[in-house]
């Protein structure tokens, strides 16, 4: 059996918190032999919730802090004052190699900061990108980055393809990943200033498998496997994904109860459908990896429900397994030397 993943939960992030955190650590431990949990928050609530279910209780351990950082306080000021919350006590669990791992709904801003500040940048990574996968129709892409850098710099943005490229192939297992620059049209001379001068040199980078520009309309579609922009575009992007995903279903699911024709109908076509829209779930995905990070930090939405939390956990043994950590630095290493 491989060595366990310890992952330190965040057990007071989110708007459901502790409860929905503690169900996920239960399930995730209940599913995978591979994941043991550190539940990070204030302890008396977090054991009521835990008397609620069944699991492996070595598996599971409970580690107490008494302060939460809220959403809307200063991320800086939060967390340099309270070095008691659930957030920075985790997050010093991964500096000091207690924890592999730290998964949080909580605010995010905090956990941006709280990660590059504990955690640390992997030497040679200027930005730390967020990187949730998408559904589409040909299975996943990776969003990078989606809210971390809202101003970045070509020299990022090429970065950003090369370790989201690097996930996709050694954690979701695409060999070499399409990448492709978002893009107001497919045609090289269009974009902002950003991506103007970012496109000839992605075009030039020999380690990636660079297809150019992608216009939002074709993301769904799964024409790329690495979707790389700026914080702002990319976060733009995935809520209008969320949105438009959860109004989709929502009037589907409306429409086969307008009849009683349309309701017998329902009926043959649930099982399909109900496989078919769990694929477009977002929360089937689990959280975004903060990458270029030298410990592995996940960030999952804070109105996350446990189905969410519980992938975004079984996620960082996947993340840990294939040593993502690892191969960044050492595609970094070889760059700087080919640079030289």
């Known amino acids: 059996m491989s060595e366990q993943v310890r992952v330190a939960v965040d057990a007071m992030g989110g708007d459901f918190a502790p409860a929905e955190p503690v169900k996920a650590a239960v399930e995730a431990v209940n599913a995978s032999p591979a994941i043991s949990v550190f539940l990070v928050g204030r302890e008396q609530a ?4 835990l008397g609620k279910y069944q699991y492996p209780q070595d598996r599971i351990t409970v580690v107490d802090a008494q302060e939460v950082i809220e959403t809307g306080e200063p991320p800086v000021h939060a967390i340099r004052a309270k070095k008691d919350s659930s957030l920075v006590v985790a997050l010093t669990m991964v500096k000091k190699g207690e924890a592999d791992a730290f998964v949080s709904s909580g605010s995010t801003g905090a956990v941006l900061v709280g990660g590059q ?61 399409r990448v492709a620059l978002v893009n107001i049209g497919a045609e090289e001379e269009k974009g902002n200033a950003l991506v103007k001068e970012t496109y000839p040199q992605l075009k030039a980078c020999q380690d990636i498998n660079f297809v150019g520009s992608i216009e939002a309309r074709d993301i769904p579609a799964g024409q790329a496997d690495v979707i790389v922009c700026e914080a702002f575009v990319g976060n733009v992007i995935l809520k209008l994904y969320e949105g438009l995903g959860a109004t989709l279903i929502s009037k589907i699911k409306k429409g086969m109860m307008t009849s009683l024709r349309s309701k017998l109908g329902a009926l043959l076509v649930k099982p399909a459908l109900k496989e078919t829209l769990k694929d477009f779930d977002v929360t089937e995905y689990g959280g975004a990896p903060l990458l270029g990070l030298k410990g592995l930090v996940v960030k999952t939405h804070g109105s996350a429900k446990a189905v969410e939390i519980k992938n975004g956990i079984l996620q960082c043994a996947q993340f840990k397994q294939a040593d993502i950590i690892g191969k960044i630095q050492n595609h970094l290493m070889v760059t700087k030397k080919e640079d030289m």
């Open 46 to 49: 977090v054991q009521e919730e």
């Open 117 to 177: 500040l504990y955690a640390g940048k992997i030497k040679g990574v200027e930005r730390a990108p967020l990187a949730p996968l998408i559904p589409t129709a040909k299975g996943v892409s990776l969003l990078i980055d989606c809210g971390a850098n809202v101003d970045a710099r070509p020299s990022h943005l090429i970065q950003f393809a090369k370790m989201g490229s690097i996930y996709m192939e050694h954690v979701v297992g695409i060999k070499n990943p």
